[in-house]
């Protein structure tokens, strides 16, 4: 019984996850969006984006710790772990955007979505393992 309970947990958690990165996934692309636009005449757009991406990794922290592994633990010190994960991800998005397009001569229709998959993924066991262990 104990292990079904596991299983039934591990199962609501990576639900939890998905409907928490769909949300995280509209957030940062509107708040994105919308930041661009109304400040993309005062501010240089690496400026903009480092605010986005600061901004959009702190929210789905939040909903990550909250709402889909439900942590306990120091806020500071997951917040900060929150950013390795993201780091990498971006990092190992970006190899493999290229290695997709310029050697495997994959389309970035394709090769986006397989990305998106992967990194899905690798975010999940980052968070679960690391970020929130």
């Known amino acids: 019984m104990k292990l079904i309970n596991s299983i039934s947990n591990l199962s609501k958690e990576r639900i939890k996850f998905l409907i928490g990165g769909i949300w ?18 005062l501010f240089h757009t690496l400026l903009i984006a480092f605010f986005v991406n600061f901004v959009s990794i702190s929210q789905s922290f939040f909903i990550y710790k909250k709402f ?33 397009l310029d050697w495997l001569h994959i389309d970035i229709i394709y090769a986006q979505g397989y990305v998106i998959f992967i990194i899905a993924i690798f975010s999940y066991f980052g968070h679960k393992h690391y970020t929130f262990k």
């Open 24 to 41: 995280n996934t509209i957030f940062g692309y509107l708040f994105s969006v919308a930041i661009f636009k109304s400040f993309e005449e």
């Open 68 to 100: 889909v592994f439900c942590s306990e633990g120091n806020w500071l010190k997951e917040w900060l772990k929150s950013f390795v994960v993201y780091g990498l991800s971006g990092l190992i998005s970006s190899l493999l955007i290229w290695f997709m």
